[in-house]
């Protein structure tokens, strides 16, 4: 069994742990790696490294303002049907933007299962990549309704999304 493979890369709100097995993307967070593989149910180890290469360097450039750089990183957690549309719809939310729980979980094919949209989003090991930070409250009248929660805090979700607004760029057709 492959080890799994786990290292920090800084940004400005602290280090954001990566762990890859088998060459995806199995567990992300501004938590300590430990943390995150505690998570996993792996029959495998942790072997922490300093570089994972092409992973390292696509969250290094997402900090350095290219927010697609993490779009093509592959990625698997464990769900079911209902939480992997949600995990797939979450990457398709463009960088810059924000949408409801009600709007992710009508994008997942269930628009009555906005709860159930927001748990796939707390239980999501794979933060930023899989960037549940953009989805938001509604309000009423479908207005946003306020940030919502956040595994890593608030602060870490309102960097992110500023991050995210100030280096968006806009799409044309």
Known sequence: MNDVLAATVPTPVGD???LVHDDVVVAAGFAPYAAHFSRLRLDAD????????????????YVDGDLRALDALPVHQPGGPFRQAV??????????????????????????????????????????IVPCHRIVR?????RTGGLGGYYYGLSTKEWLLAHEREHATVRVG
């Not at 509604?138 to 479908?142: F, I, T, W």
């Open 46 to 61: 942790l072997r922490p490294v300093r570089d994972l290469g092409a992973f390292t360097a696509a969250v290094s450039a």
């Open 87 to 128: 995990w797939k719809v979450l990457r398709d939310v463009d960088p810059g933007t924000t949408i409801s729980y009600a709007e992710l979980a009508a994008r997942a094919g269930s628009p009555l299962a906005a709860r159930a949209a927001g748990s796939a989003c707390a239980d999501n090991l794979i933060a930023p």
């Open 138 to 142: 509604s309000g009423v009248g479908g």
């Open 16 to 18: 954001l742990a990566v």
